[in-house]
């Protein structure tokens, strides 16, 4: 399912930003949903999911404890709050969902090598 980001921008080391996520129609439930980067001259990395098997989470190291992943199904909205923003956080953010059976950690590491089913995603830039 393609989804589309939005609420990227320029913020100076230390700031905090809120990406969001619209699904275009009630497909949250049941899906793993994730949020995925890619900086320049780097491969696409998962941050963050969610699973569909028991709703477990994964972030990755380099996140933990200052990003945090949910999801609004009244709004059919995903959310990226992320905090204390480091340079190294400058990539375009996406957004993806599927239905399949996969818990947080194995979406986050799957679903980059998906060459199709990429929306538009968010510059986020962070510098001083």
């Known amino acids: 399912v393609q989804l589309q980001a939005s609420g990227g921008g320029l913020v100076q080391p230390g700031d905090s930003l809120r990406l969001s996520c619209a699904a275009s129609r009630f497909i949250l439930d049941g899906y793993a949903i994730g949020w995925f980067r890619q900086a320049p001259g780097k491969e696409r990395e998962g941050v963050s999911c969610?699973?569909?098997?028991?709703?477990?989470?994964y972030y990755t190291d380099s996140v933990k404890g200052r990003f945090t992943i949910s999801v609004d199904n009244a709004k059919n909205t995903v959310y990226l709050e992320m905090h204390s923003l480091k340079p190294e956080d400058t990539a375009v953010y996406y957004c993806?969902?599927?239905?399949?059976?996969?818990?947080?950690?194995?979406?986050?590491?799957?679903?980059?090598?998906?060459?199709?089913?990429w929306g538009q995603g968010t510059q986020v830039t962070v510098s001083s």
């Open positions: 993806a969902a599927d239905k399949h059976r996969y818990d947080a950690n194995y979406y986050c590491h799957i679903r980059p090598s998906y060459a199709a089913g």
């Open positions: 969610i699973g569909s098997t028991t709703g477990s989470t």
